[in-house]
C-alpha cells in the first residue's frame, strides 16, 4: 500500500534537512520511524521553490494473517504491551 502526498508549497533541499529543530518540530523524523517500523519505506522530493511529495509504502498485510518478521520484532506482542500500561498505571497510582 502507498500513500502520496503532494503540496505545491515553497519546499525544501532533503539533504539539508534537520534531524530536529529547537521548536520542536520532528515531523520528518517521526514519520520515517513509524513507517520503518512497520517494515515500510518513506520516500521525500522536494526542492526549494517546487514543491515537497512524500510517499510512504507499507507491505499489505491480510487480516488475520501474522505479521512480516521485521513488523513482529520491532513491536512488543500486544499482552507485553498490555502489561507495561497496566504496570504504569498502577505505579502512577501508588
Do not use: Y
Not at 513488523?71 to 502512577?92: C, D, G, I, L
Amino acid at each position: 500500500m502507498t500513500l502520496d502526498v503532494r503540496d505545491d508549497g515553497t519546499g525544501f533541499d532533503p539533504a539539508l534537512a534537520p534531524e530536529g529543530r529547537a521548536d520542536g518540530g520532528f515531523g520528518l523524523i517521526a514519520m520515517r520511524q513509524r513507517v520503518n517500523r512497520l517494515a515500510g519505506q518513506l520516500e521525500i522530493e522536494s526542492e526549494p521553490g517546487g514543491g515537497t511529495v512524500v510517499s510512504a509504502s507499507l507491505p499489505a498485510i491480510g487480516l488475520g494473517a501474522p505479521p512480516p518478521p521485521e513488523v513482529a520484532r520491532a513491536a512488543p506482542p500486544p499482552q507485553a504491551a498490555k502489561a507495561a500500561e497496566q504496570a504504569a498505571v498502577t505505579e502512577e497510582v501508588s
